[in-house]
């Protein structure tokens, strides 16, 4: 069983980061149209991924598991930028909404997909979330939840009791 909000499962390689300190999460950020500068600023694409050095694709590629290092607008910082007490709400608010000191008539989300956004920040915020996500349809289809069960999805103690169930 991962170790909850410390092991990760890398979207690129989808081998098992093991602590927050190899992880890195990338991202794209800026206009929707590069050429146009009036277009819509967004940040979209949310990846938790291995730190470079330690990527297991390191070895054949030079952007280990980095899928936009090519990218317009790719941005990272490290995995443990959103544990970090000092760090944390910054980022998370941030990709929200830069701020209404700089930024007062802004009135929206920088997120292009709140749906999408939700889902990364469950990732980093819910104990078990990160393996136990795996395992909904499976439980769907053995009739343990349903499709009104949000609530119990989010709750550390089912999504444990999920793993424990289906991990092996
Ligand atoms: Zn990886």
């Known amino acids: 069983m991962l170790k909850p ?13 093991e602590s ?12 929707e149209d590069p ?11 949310f990846r938790i991924i291995h730190d470079g050095s330690i990527s297991p694709l390191k070895p ?9 290092n090519r990218t317009y607008g790719q941005s990272s910082v490290s995995l443990n930028t959103f ?12 990709m929200l909404h830069p701020g209404k000191f700089s930024y007062p008539d802004l009135d929206q989300t920088l997120v292009r997909s709140i749906t999408e956004y ?16 795996l395992f909904f349809q499976k439980a769907l289809e053995d009739e343990l939840i349903e499709r ?5 999805l989010h709750k550390p103690e089912f ?10």
């Open 60 to 68: 054949k590629d030079r952007n280990g598991c980095f899928k936009f």
């Open 35 to 45: 050429e146009n500068n009036k277009s819509k600023y967004s940040i979209h694409s």
């Open 159 to 168: 999504l444990k009791w999920l793993i424990d169930r289906y991990e092996n």
């Open 83 to 94: 544990f970090n007490p000092d760090t944390k709400y910054l980022y998370l608010n941030y």
């Open 5 to 17: 909000l410390e092991q990760y499962y890398c979207d690129t390689c989808g081998e098992i980061i």
């Open 118 to 133: 939700v889902e990364f920040i469950k990732r980093l915020t819910i104990p078990y979330y990160e393996q136990g996500r």
């Open 148 to 152: 009104t069960d949000e609530y119990n």
């Open 20 to 31: 927050v300190d190899e992880g890195y999460v990338e991202w794209i950020s800026g206009n």
